[in-house]
């Protein structure tokens, strides 16, 4: 079957650095996405890896290990509106997402 | 920036009653999709809608559903006969691509429905 494995919630610093991970399972793959999720709001996009390796946007990085069936999320300089779910998304080779069920990251001041 | 529009941001209904949420997708999107999320649980996919015609649907969206695009903007879910368990979150998106580029999703602020 197809399936996304993130841990169900993090905890964290502000100015510190946290990594959240994500394994997937899927019917062939053509990339993964991050999105973040605010409470009660729509999931706004993060990033696409469809490569292996890292992809930087800023203080968020993504990266993707295709023979591992792994990629993680990273994110520098904590702020509190960071808090959030953090949605880890497979596409299968149909184009269609596999959603994750979300990493909850509390950020502690 | 273009966005997705989605409207009611909240509908309240009896239990029976047919519901109908609208989305206004991104004007030169072609992709559009109806996501659901139940109150502190995971974003469920509902169905794909290309070209005029389901693409793919889960096995959540049963009979009970049905999705339409009346004209050349509006893409409708259509809940009839609603029942408690369907109180959720209801997002709409659309993707200028299913897949290639980065099939990247744009989503509505989401229509809460609440089912009495």
């Known amino acids: 079957g197809q399936n996304i494995d993130q841990p169900t919630e993090m905890t964290a610093t502000e100015g510190a650095i946290v990594q959240i991970n994500c394994t997937y399972q899927?019917?062939?793959?053509?990339?993964l996405f991050w999105y973040q999720q605010h409470a009660g709001e729509a999931p706004t996009f993060l990033s696409y890896?469809?490569l292996d390796g890292l992809e930087e946007k800023g203080r968020f990085s993504s990266f993707l290990s295709r023979s591992k069936g792994y990629s993680y999320l990273l994110l520098k300089e904590l702020q509190m509106k960071d808090s959030a779910s953090y949605l880890c998304?497979?596409?299968?080779?149909?184009?269609?997402?596999?959603w994750g069920a979300g990493t909850k990251l509390i950020i502690k001041p | 920036e273009p966005e997705v529009t989605q409207t009611p941001s909240h509908q309240v209904t009896q239990m029976g009653q047919e519901v109908i949420l609208r989305c206004v997708p991104i004007s030169n999107h072609l992709y559009f999709y109806w996501y659901r999320q139940i109150l502190g649980q995971k974003v469920e996919f509902l169905v794909s809608f290309y070209n005029n015609e389901i693409s793919e649907k889960s096995e959540i969206f049963d009979d009970q559903f049905s999705v339409e695009r009346p004209d050349g903007s509006n893409f409708t879910l259509k809940i009839r006969s609603t029942k408690l368990e369907d109180s959720a979150m209801y997002f709409c998106a659309s993707s200028e691509t299913s897949g290639g580029n980065t099939g990247e999703l744009f989503f509505g602020e989401g229509s809460r429905l609440t089912v009495l």
């Open positions: 890896n469809v």
């Open positions: 998304d497979a596409m299968d080779s149909n184009y269609q997402l596999i």
């Open positions: 899927t019917s062939g793959f053509n990339g």
